[in-house]
């Protein structure tokens, strides 16, 4: 089992940047691929980035891989999310999720998912 609390949104203007975090509980999180997902209203769910277990390989889609950085330190049992240069257009709650395996770039290939953290770029 692994639990995941996400943290870090916020209300920001557009060019901010903003750091989100995923603090994970549970042995295996060192195990686990991790990624970054989110939903604006009247949306669904779209992937954002993720990560390896071992951080040696990392995705995001081009709307955000120029902006966007994900990382984790298994140490630490924690994974982030730093996002520069934001658009009123990133407004949505962010949720982080864990799975084993390889990494995925679809919500219904993870297992564990956070409550979600809001973030709000206003232009």
């Known amino acids: 089992q692994v639990q995941l609390v996400e943290s870090g949104g916020g209300l920001v203007q557009a060019g901010d940047s903003l750091r989100l975090s995923c603090a994970a509980s549970?042995?295996?999180?060192?195990?686990?691929?991790m990624g970054w997902f989110r939903r604006a209203p009247g949306k669904t769910r779209e992937f954002v980035a993720a990560?390896?277990?071992?951080?040696?390989?990392?995705f995001s889609p081009d709307s955000v891989k120029a902006r966007f950085t994900i990382s984790r330190e298994n140490a630490k049992n924690t994974m982030y999310l730093q996002m520069n240069s934001l658009k009123p257009q990133d407004t949505a709650v962010y949720y982080c999720?864990?799975?084993?395996?390889?990494?995925?770039?679809?919500?219904?290939?993870?297992?564990?998912w956070g409550q979600g953290t809001q973030v709000t770029v206003s232009s």
């Open positions: 999720a864990a799975k084993e395996g390889v990494v995925a770039f679809t919500p219904g290939a993870y297992d564990y």
């Open positions: 549970g042995r295996t999180f060192s195990s686990h691929a």
């Open positions: 990560i390896s277990w071992n951080s040696g390989r990392t």
